[in-house]
Structures are given as C-alpha cells and as structure tokens.
C-alpha cells in the first residue's frame, strides 16, 4: 500500500502542466502550474496530514485547478486523501474560494478499512514571497465524508 502511494503521489506531481491565459487577474504565482508540499492538521478525525499538490494555475477565467494527495495520521487510522481542489481567485487580491471533491482511503487499526467520495468546502490566503515561491494557508470544511476541519499550510515551488 506504502508503494502504490508514494508511486501515485510521484505521478500526479509530475504529470502535465497548463499556463493561465489572462496573467492580470491573478498574483504570478497562479498563471502557470506549481507544484508544492502541505501539511497540517485536521478535526474529527483527529490528525497531522502531509501530502503534495500541483497548481495548474488559471485554467478557465479566475478558476484554477489544484489537484493534491494527503496522507493523514492519527487517531487509530490512516486517511489517503485523493483531492481535486477548484478555487475561485478573487481579482487583486490574495484570497480565495473553491471547494474539493476527493476520495479518501480510510485504513482503521482495528475495523478494517473504507472508501468514500468527500465534498469539502475551502478558503485560502496565497502570499508570493520574494524568492518567487508562494505560501498558501488554507481552510477547509467538510460537507460530506470529509474531515469536519482541515487546516493546511503549502508551499509551491
């Protein structure tokens, strides 16, 4: 199980790339794809998630695509999260409103495992740095099948 995740989160950061049509819309960092790491925190289940994510920037207006993988530990299970994130950009600013729809993989210690579709809803702060790197902090909150809170921190490079 450890190979087909890591072979799949290898896979899915180095799959193809698309670049933002109308760069005076968004920051920089959101006209083509990024690719990054996040981690952080999650309620209900109780637990620390690390996984990566590609940024596919703008690909229709103000939306943008970030599909992601997060692996979560804690709480006598672990969650495979497959995601795909659309995020509205609101114009001249850093803030952001989409919502998730994924695909966890929940292995509990003692019941076996479960697979179910989860629909989340998210707001993020993006902050370019000077390096040319972005910050992202997000929140997400689960609607369906999805952990209650996610907090994550990323980081494109």
């Known amino acids: 199980m450890k190979r087909i995740i890591l072979l799949t989160l290898v896979l899915c950061l180095a799959a193809g790339s698309a670049t933002a049509t109308d760069t005076d819309t968004a920051p920089a960092a959101a006209t083509a794809t990024q690719y990054g790491l996040r981690g952080g925190l999650t309620l209900d289940p109780d637990q620390f998630h690390i996984g990566g994510h590609m940024d596919l920037g703008q690909i229709v207006g103000d ?55 989860g629909l989340s809803v998210l707001g993020n702060y993006r902050l370019g740095l000077s390096s040319g790197k972005t910050l992202v902090l997000e929140a997400k909150l689960g609607l369906i099948d999805s952990p209650d809170v996610k907090l994550t921190v990323g980081w494109n490079f």
Do not use: C
Request: charged share 25%; net charge negative; hydrophobic share 35%.
């Open 63 to 117: 939306m943008r695509l970030v599909p992601n993988i997060e692996v979560g530990f804690g709480n006598d299970q672990t969650v495979v999260a497959f995601n795909g994130d659309l995020i509205y950009d609101f114009r001249e600013s850093p803030w952001s409103l989409g919502g998730e729809l994924g695909l966890n993989l929940v292995d509990h210690k003692d019941r076996g495992s479960d697979t179910d579709f």
